[in-house]
């Protein structure tokens, strides 16, 4: 394999000036081969921002030049990298586990803006299909002592679950719901319920990762004894996850509901009781 893990990193200060539509900046690919780092200078080409509309000719040229070679050919190393916004605080599985405790509330208005993102991709009829803490990234961390609240992005879905073999599909249990598994090109807008559930799970417990440890036999076994996630001992909370892990898609919440019980539990007497901050005296 040629290079296991490769990192692009490029100074936007080396601008090497301009292509007709791109602009060209001196970079470096980094590879790691046994255990080795490599670095290779590159030259990474941007097609700049007021020719995007022709950026499919400018792959196709590209890709054509990464599968021939020549000795007086240009080696392209490669075009499939995806430039993202860079998010502050990285992905939200990692934070609840370094952070530890954060309020309730905290986690609630996290759980409210992954719901209205949902809700927004259900009016558009568009099914993500990797809904989990791991793809929820925070923007903005929020202190309650400065009144300032989280703020999290969802991520992209990454390779379309009909394209995974088998092992990883179940290696997903038990954020992939249940019909998935049967017919992974079949996706449904309902999967994301099933998944918010599992999600909601996770922002609650810590960013634990559920039925962790268990391995694919298991894993499965829980879905063919219809089995549920450890419940909270915030009845409303459980009630909420176990109705969006219900093994019936069509019994599964809209994202409307999801909002309102949410709000319900943002004004429910648990949140004062459960608040992480010292209460406000
Ligand atoms: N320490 C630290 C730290 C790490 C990362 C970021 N920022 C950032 N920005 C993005 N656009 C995507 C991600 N990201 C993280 N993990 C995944 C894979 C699972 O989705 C994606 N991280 C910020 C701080």
Redesign the pocket.
């Given at each position: 394999v040629y290079s296991l893990y490769c990192m692009y990193n490029f100074c936007q200060s080396e601008s090497l000036g301009q292509g007709s539509f791109t602009r060209i900046f001196k970079g470096s690919k980094i590879d790691i081969r046994d255990g080795e780092r490599h670095v290779t200078d590159v030259l990474l080409k941007e097609l700049d921002a007021n020719h995007k509309n022709c950026w499919e000719s400018f792959f196709e040229a590209a890709s054509l030049m990464s599968q021939i070679s020549h000795k007086h050919l240009l080696l392209v190393y490669g075009i499939n990298v995806m430039v993202?916004?860079?998010?502050?605080?990285?992905?939200l599985d990692?934070f609840l586990k370094r952070e530890g405790s954060v309020s309730v509330s905290w986690k609630l208005d996290v759980a409210k803006q992954l719901a209205s993102a949902l809700n927004f991709l259900e009016e558009k009829n568009i099914t993500h299909g990797n809904i989990c803490a791991?793809?929820?990234?925070?923007a903005r961390e929020g202190d309650a002592s400065q009144g300032s609240s989280p703020f999290i992005?969802l991520?992209?879905p990454?390779i379309n679950l009909a394209m995974l073999g088998r092992d990883v599909l179940l290696d997903r249990i038990p954020w992939v719901a249940p019909e998935v598994l049967e017919a992974p090109e079949r996706l449904e807008l309902e999967c994301d319920k099933w998944s918010f559930g599992a999600t909601l799970w996770e922002l609650f417990n810590g960013g634990q990762a559920p039925l962790q440890g268990l391995d694919l036999e298991r894993k499965l076994q829980f879905y063919e004894t219809y089995k549920q996630l450890p419940s909270s001992e915030w009845t409303e909370l459980a009630d909420l996850i176990s109705q969006c892990m219900n093994y019936q898609p069509a019994f599964r919440p809209s994202c409307r509901s999801i909002i309102r019980q949410l709000n319900s539990l943002i004004t429910s007497d648990y949140v004062i009781l459960h608040a992480a901050e010292p209460l406000p005296d």
């Open positions: 993202q916004e860079f998010i502050k605080c990285g992905a990692l791991k793809n929820l990234l925070l992005k991520s992209d990454g």
